[in-house]
Every structure is written in C-alpha cells, then in structure tokens.
Nanobody, 121 residues
Framework: QVQLVESGGGLVQAGDSLRLSCAASGRTFSSYVISWFRQAPGNEREFVAGISRSGGYSVKGRFTISRDNAKNTVYLQMNSLKPEDTAVYYC???????????????????WGQGTQVTVSS
C-alpha cells in the first residue's frame, strides 16, 4: 500500500516557476514508477512526467522530474509556466515498465488527492 500527498501548488503569473512535491508513505516506495498527471476542467487527465525506480524518466514538455528515494519524495520542477498549464496536478504510483503504457492513467495503482496550479496571464 502506498499513500501519496502532493504539495507546492498555488497561484502564479506566467513565466514563474513552481516545484511540486509528491510525498509517499510505505516501505516499497522505491519500487514504484512515480508519475505526474494533470487535469484541467473539461479535459482528460494527461501525463506530464514519470520517473522509474532507477531514475530513468519520461517528460512531456518543459518540466523536470526527479526523485529522492531516501525521502520518499518525487519532485516536478515547472519553469516558464503558461496559463495553459493551469490544472490540478496529481501524482501516481505504478509498477509497470513500458513508458508508452505508463503515459496512460490505467497503469497506476495509487493516486494522490491533487494540488491546484493556476497560472495567470
């Protein structure tokens, strides 16, 4: 069992940066792929970035993902934010290994409650 808690969201202006954190409980954290998804109103939940157990990663766009297994935490660094980045950001834990499949929400067993990111123009 893994519990995920996101933090770091907020209201920022276009061009600003934010770092989101996903803190996990559970001794098996390091064995999971951890990914970030986002969902804007009226849109599907979309993959943003993911990082494997060993540190391999997949990122769509301008963001950077990293993980600290000692702290059971994964970070999403978001720079040069744009209004279209506005969404609720979720982290998720999964045990797959195929990055094409891992870019879909169905590959994940555990989800956090989400953190709101709002970028004003």
């Amino acid at each position: 069992q893994v519990q995920l808690v996101e933090s770091g969201g907020g209201l920022v202006q276009a061009g600003d940066s934010l770092r989101l954190s996903c803190a996990a409980s559970g001794r098996t954290f390091s064995s999971y792929v951890i990914s970030w998804f986002r969902q804007a109103p009226g849109n599907e939940r979309e993959f943003v970035a993911g990082i494997s157990r060993s540190g391999g990663y997949s990122v769509k766009g301008r963001f950077t993902i990293s993980r600290d297994n000692a702290k059971n935490t994964v970070y999403l660094q978001m720079n040069s934010l744009k209004p279209e980045d506005t969404a609720v950001y979720y982290c998720a834990a999964g045990s797959g290994s195929n990055w094409l499949r891992l870019q879909t929400r169905y590959e994940y067993d555990y989800w956090g409650q989400g953190t709101q990111v709002t970028v004003s123009s």
